[in-house]
């Protein structure tokens, strides 16, 4: 089967990039409902620590979202369960629906020098306040030996 070209122009073009992006005639639902479809049809939103004008996650969802209000986040995730934080390819926050994809993943050992990997043992530590940082990494092969 040959692969059949496309021509569109250039308008066409880029009505198509800012619709998939959604920044443009998207029609997303008004407030939280509204945040949630965007995270899901753009796939993840980057969580970011930087905050200039705001963090750019809530930057990302004021310019999709009519009616966008920061707890709306915190409520997806902590209340209602339909989005949950992981490493996308950086820290995101993801749609629940997607949750199965990352599972693979998430149950894989980590590298020894990953932040998923830091991360564990800051858990385990917290856990286990009387047991050393050392006990730690060995138990979970961060140790070169």
């Given at each position: 089967m040959a692969n059949k070209k496309i021509k569109i122009s250039t308008e066409q073009a880029r009505n198509l990039f800012l619709n998939r992006q959604l920044?443009?005639?998207?029609?997303?639902?008004k407030g939280k409902t509204g945040a949630l479809r965007a995270i899901?049809?753009?796939?993840?939103?980057?969580?970011?620590?930087?905050?200039?004008?705001?963090?750019s996650h809530h930057i990302v969802l004021f310019t999709r979202c009519p009616e966008y209000k920061k707890d709306y986040l915190h409520d997806l995730q902590a209340k209602d369960?339909?989005?949950?934080?992981?490493w996308a390819h950086a820290a995101s926050f993801v749609p629940m629906k997607d949750?199965?994809?990352?599972?693979?993943?998430?149950?894989?050992?980590?590298?020894?020098?990953?932040c998923i990997a830091l991360n564990v043992i800051c858990l385990k530590i917290k856990e286990n306040m009387d047991i050393s940082v050392y006990r730690f990494c060995n138990e979970i092969n961060l140790l070169d030996e």
């Open positions: 920044l443009f005639n998207s029609k997303l639902p899901e049809k753009l796939g993840y939103v980057q969580i970011d620590t930087i905050n200039v004008i705001e963090r369960k339909k989005i949950f934080e992981y949750y199965r994809f990352y599972l693979p993943t998430m149950k894989r050992k980590p590298k020894k020098d990953s």
